[in-house]
């Protein structure tokens, strides 16, 4: 296994569309997983899109509510119902920086896991913002891309900061 360098915004490997698996059983889909999701630990990111280590394919790793890391090959997304919710987000590949983008809340998903078997579920939440995010990193696009407030984007350092002088400590007597 190895540790892969983390292309950034400004790369054109992170505009293009990427390119089906076309077989998910074979040995070099299955290295780059494995790659993909200890880059991603190292990194501690939630998610991770092939493209962001500079394989134009369709494939990511994210990882589940239960902590474990899930590879879904060649995605296809839809939306359920109509609802939207904007969350904060971060990117490996735009380091530092946090944005607010909204998202449908709930989607169906399918695709195929790394036996070339057919995978499909529905996801809500940060789980449905997770796979959205990384669905777009195979179509080229980053979340500043789907972003409709750009006040609400900035780094996350300063974010924090001003997050913490919002809301005064406990205890203390204004
Ligand atoms: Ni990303």
Known sequence: MAILKIARMGHPVLLRRADPVPDPTAPEVRRLVADMAETMEDAQGLGLAAPQVHVPLRLFVWRGGAGNIIALINPEIETVGEEVEQGWEGCLSIPGLRGCVPRAARIRFRGQDIEGRPVEGEAAGLAARVIQHETDHLDGILYPM??????????????????????PAEGTVP
């Open 146 to 167: 789907r972003m409709t407030d750009l006040s609400l984007w900035g780094f996350t350092e300063e974010l924090a900061r001003a997050a913490a002088q919002a809301k």
